[in-house]
C-alpha cells in the first residue's frame, strides 16, 4: 500500500487540525459531476432498457485455450526473458488477450441499480433486485466524495453471512486511462483501501485480508466506471481466527486510499543491455547456449545454473528499478490517489441462504466442515491444507468456476444447477498438473463417452462428498 505522507506547512497545529477536518469533510457535489452522474445514470437505464437475452452457453474451444493459456504462462513468461530471443512473440502472446475493445463495455448494460445493470457479466450475478439494498448513513442515501478530481459513489449494499457486496461509480474529471482487458473482457482496475467492521475488535484491516481488490464492472464513458467490490466474510473470519457471526446490523467503515488500473501501454524500463551482456556472456562460459531449443536441451544441472544467472540478472535489474517489485507501480499501472472515506450503515440479508452442517472430517484431516448456499454463491468450508484442493461440480456433473481461498471455497451459481452439488478434495499438485485438463481439453466432449470428468474424480480424489441443498 502506497504510504501515506502528511506534511504540516503551519507552525499552527490548531489551524493544520481546522484544514485536515475541512479537508476530510464530505462535500456537497459540484454541478458539473452532478450533471455528468445524471447523463451517466440515462445512459446506463437506456442501455438495460435495450439489454437482449444473453445465451449463456459457453464455447468449450475458447475456454479451453483460455485455461491453456494461463497454464502456459510461467513458461510463456521464461521464454519471454530466456537469451531475449523471440521477445516480441511472447510479449504478443501474453498482450493479446488484454487489447482494449470499447464494444466490449459497451455492450454491458448498467443501470442506476448496478447490480441489475451488470448483471450476468458479473463474476458473482444474480438477481439482486431484493437483496441490495441503497448505502446510507443516518437515513441519507448515497454517499459520494471527491478527492483529486475523482468522484466515488457508493450506490448498494448487498451482506449475508459469507459476503458483502458493494456497488460503486467512479467518476473522473480527466479521462480515465486505456486499461487492460482480462480474458473475460473486463477493465482490470483496483482498489487498496482498509474495512473496519465495529463488531470485531481487529480495528482496520487491509481490504486484501477478505476482499478481492478487482472493481468488476465496466465503462459507461470515457470518466465514468460502474463496478461491485466483494468482500468474502468467512475468509476474513478464518484468516483471523475469530469465529465472530455477522450481526444483524453494524456501522461500517470503508477508506479507500488508491485506484489503479493495469496500463494498456507497457512503459516498464526495458532490460538494461550491460546486464543481458553479462547474463550471455555467463551463459557462453558454462558452455550453455541461448536459444529456445538449447534450453531444451540442458540437463537437470544446467537448467539450475540457467536459473541462477536468470534471478541474478533480475536481482540487478530491481536494484536499479526498485519500484518494479512494488505493485501498482509507475511503469504498470496508471493510478488514482484518494482518500475516499466512508461510513455507512450494513442490514445483514438472510433471504434465501441455505447452510449445511457436515463436520465431517476423516484422520487425515479432510472433508468438509459446512456448506453454504446464498442466492449468488455457494461455499464450502474445509480445514485449512494448502496441499489439497476442492473441486465443485454441480448437479449435472459440471465443473463450477471457484476460487480457492484458504480453507474458503467459493463458487459463483449463475448458470449452475446447485439443487445438489458435489465436492471433491484432491491433491493440489495432481489437480492443477493431470486432473483439471481433462475437463478443459478441446476433445473432452468425445472423451466423456468412456469417462466423465466426475468419474475420473470418483478414481483420483483422496475425498468426495454429495451435498443436498434442495430436499
Known sequence: MKKQINVSL??????????????????????????????????IRTLAAEKEEKNLEKDADIIAEKL?????????????????????????????????????????????????????????????TN??????????????????????????????????????????????????????GKPVVEIQGLIDFDF???????????????????????????????FDMGQYFAYKGTGTNVPENFPLKLSISQIFGTKLVDTRPEMPWELKQKYESAMREHGLGLTDEDYEQFTEEQKDIEHQLFNDMWNAYYEIYPERQQYPNKYDNWMMDGPWEFEFEVARNNKDIIRKDINDIDENGLGIISATRTPVEVTIEMPQ???????????????????????????????????????????????????????????????????????????????????????
Open 131 to 184: 437483496l441490495a439494498e441503497p448505502v446510507k448513513k443516518s437515513g441519507a442515501e448515497i454517499e459520494s466524495i471527491t478527492a483529486n478530481g475523482t468522484t466515488l459513489t457508493l450506490s448498494e449494499v448487498y451482506c449475508n453471512e459469507t459476503a458483502l457486496y458493494l456497488s460503486l461509480i467512479l467518476h473522473s474529471e480527466e479521462k480515465i486511462p486505456e486499461t487492460y482487458l482480462d480474458e473475460n
Open 68 to 128: 491453456q493459456r494461463k497454464k502456459n504462462f510461467q513458461k510463456i513468461r521464461k521464454v519471454f526473458f530466456r537469451g531475449f530471443a523471440g521477445a516480441g512473440v511472447a510479449a504478443a502472446a501474453l498482450f493479446c488477450v488484454y487489447i482494449a475493445n470499447p464494444a466490449v463495455s459497451a455492450q454491458i448494460p448498467v443501470t442506476e441499480h448496478i447490480f441489475e445493470g451488470l448483471g450476468d457479466s458479473l463474476e458473482f450475478a444474480g438477481d439482486y
Open 10 to 43: 503551519l507552525d499552527d497545529t490548531q489551524l493544520d487540525d481546522t484544514i485536515k477536518k475541512t479537508l476530510d469533510c464530505t462535500f456537497p457535489l459540484p454541478e458539473a459531476v452532478q450533471n455528468a452522474q445524471k447523463k451517466a445514470f440515462l445512459k
Open 200 to 230: 470485531d475488535s481487529e480495528g482496520a484491516v487491509n481490504w486484501y485480508e477478505g476482499g478481492d481488490t478487482f472493481i468488476d464492472g465496466a465503462m459507461v464513458d470515457d470518466y465514468t466506471y460502474a463496478g461491485v467490490i466483494r
Open 385 to 471: 491444507n494448502l496441499d489439497y484442493f476442492a473441486v465443485i461440480l454441480d448437479a449435472n456433473g459440471t465443473l463450477m468456476d471457484s476460487n480457492a481461498a484458504g480453507c474458503q471455497n467459493t463458487a459463483s451459481i449463475n448458470g449452475y444447477d446447485t439443487s445438489k452439488i458435489y465436492v471433491y478434495i484432491c491433491d493440489y499438485i495432481e489437480y492443477m498438473d493431470e486432473l483439471k485438463g481433462y475437463w478443459w481439453s478441446p476433445d473432452y466432449e468425445e472423451k466423456a463417452k468412456e469417462k466423465s470428468f466426475q468419474q475420473l474424480l470418483d478414481e483420483r480424489s483422496l475425498y468426495h462428498r454429495e451435498i443436498l441443498f434442495d430436499e
